[in-house]
Each structure stands twice: as structure tokens, then as C-alpha cells.
């Protein structure tokens, strides 16, 4: 089955500056790559989501890098703020079988 | 968009006892739906996946004959831990599959005392 990595599992940044998660996936017929941003004690939401048909993706300050070669994906957050202080999974699936599989999460903490 | 909804929000159960998790979508319907389990700083762990119609498909390590799965209609999978144990105090989270994404339910926190 799939297997999803993710790193790092804490990162702090300071207010304004980027962060960027990494991901790698082992299944390579995954080809649905989304991204949860989830407060505690709340579901996953979903902010991000990429297929692999494309490279990049953007949505205002976030966007998600994939790598089909080398099977891993990346979540950029530029001008970061207090609010995006959260626990950030990515995931994958082949889009037909729609069965997640999470990475391990990483709690990202905006410092004022 | 979609919206799936748990019930309870959150459940205190003795040990041994039994406690079920409803899980609706509420404006669409859902032949497959997921059960997550997610411990306390941890990630989120498929636990099995209910089929309308048919028999859940448990991931491996799941017990079935614990963690009972009825998909009783197109809008509603429902979640009973049997002889629920401390070690299964957990957040269960329930989704569902729509055009684009998965629609999370809000989750049940539950705790066995």
C-alpha cells in the first residue's frame, strides 16, 4: 500500500517569513496529492490540492510543488501569519480509489 | 459545498460497553464512506472503509469484530466500538468521497473511562 512521508514535524518561523513541508509518497500510482491544515480537536481542511498531471499549483499564499520523478510534494506558505498556526497534513490517493493516506503531520507555529 | 455531520460530538463510555458514531452526508449521497482514527498528536489513520450495500473493508490490524461498520443508506455509516477500552479513546473521524474531495465529518471524541 502507500506510504506518505512528511518533513519536518515542527517548524516555527517568524511572522512574514515562508514555510515549506515536504512530503514524499511511495505508490506511484497515486495521482490526487491534497493538503489539510487541521486546529485542534477540529476535521481536516482541506487548503490545497494538486494532481499530478500538473507541477504547481497557487492559491494566493500557498501553493503545492509536485515531483512525479522523484514522488514527493511540497507546500509552500509565503507571508506567513499568526493564523496559519496549525497542524498541516498532506496525503495521496489514486483519485479513483479516493482512500487517503496521511503523512505524519507537522505543527507549524507563526511567532509574532 | 458537501457537508457530512458526526453524532456524537463527543461520548464519555465505561469500559465494556459498546458506543456507536453516526456518520450522515447531508446533501449528497455517498455509496463509500472512511473511518479515521486519530490519537493525540498523531496522524490521521484510516481505520476501514463502509460500502452501502455491501460489507466494510477493514485496513490491516483493524479488528471487525470490534469495530462494527453498517452502511445502512446512501446518506448514513455508523461506527459501534464494542467493548470499548481505554485504549480506544481516540478522535474517530468519518468521510466521504464528493466530485472533487473528501468531506470530512466534524469528529467524536471519544473517551473510555
Known amino acids: 500500500g502507500e506510504n506518505v512521508e512528511q518533513h519536518p514535524s515542527t517548524l516555527s518561523v517568524q511572522e512574514g517569513d515562508s514555510a515549506v513541508i515536504k512530503c514524499t509518497y511511495s505508490?506511484?500510482?497515486?495521482?490526487?496529492f491534497p493538503w489539510y491544515k487541521q486546529e485542534l480537536g477540529k476535521r481536516p481542511q482541506l487548503i490545497i490540492d494538486?494532481?499530478?498531471?500538473?507541477g504547481e499549483k497557487k492559491d494566493q499564499r500557498i501553493a503545492v510543488t509536485l515531483n512525479k520523478t522523484a514522488k514527493h510534494f511540497s507546500l509552500h506558505i509565503t507571508e506567513t501569519q499568526p493564523e496559519d498556526s496549525a497542524v498541516y497534513f498532506c496525503?495521496?490517493?489514486?483519485?479513483?480509489?479516493?482512500?487517503?493516506?496521511f503523512g505524519t503531520g507537522t505543527r507549524l507555529t507563526i511567532i509574532p | 459545498g458537501a457537508v457530512v455531520s458526526q453524532h456524537p460530538s463527543w461520548v464519555i463510555c465505561k469500559s465494556g460497553t459498546s458506543v456507536k458514531i453516526e456518520c450522515r452526508s447531508l446533501?449528497?449521497?455517498?455509496?463509500?464512506m472512511f473511518w479515521y482514527r486519530q490519537f493525540p498528536k498523531q496522524s490521521l489513520m484510516l481505520m476501514a472503509t463502509?460500502?452501502?450495500?455491501?460489507?466494510?473493508?477493514?485496513e490491516q490490524g483493524v479488528e471487525k469484530d470490534k469495530f462494527l461498520i453498517n452502511h445502512a443508506s446512501l446518506t448514513l455509516s455508523t461506527l459501534t466500538v464494542t467493548s470499548a477500552h481505554p485504549e480506544d479513546s481516540s478522535f474517530y473521524i468519518c468521510?466521504?468521497?464528493?466530485?472533487?474531495?473528501?468531506?470530512f465529518g466534524p469528529g467524536t471524541r471519544l473517551t473510555v473511562t
Open positions: 496525503a495521496a490517493t489514486n483519485f479513483g480509489n479516493e482512500k487517503l493516506t
Open positions: 446533501d449528497f449521497q455517498a455509496t463509500t
Open positions: 468521510s466521504a468521497p464528493g466530485t472533487y474531495e473528501q468531506y
Open positions: 505508490d506511484s500510482a497515486s495521482n490526487y
Open positions: 463502509s460500502n452501502e450495500g455491501s460489507k466494510a473493508t477493514y
Open positions: 494538486i494532481r499530478s498531471n500538473v
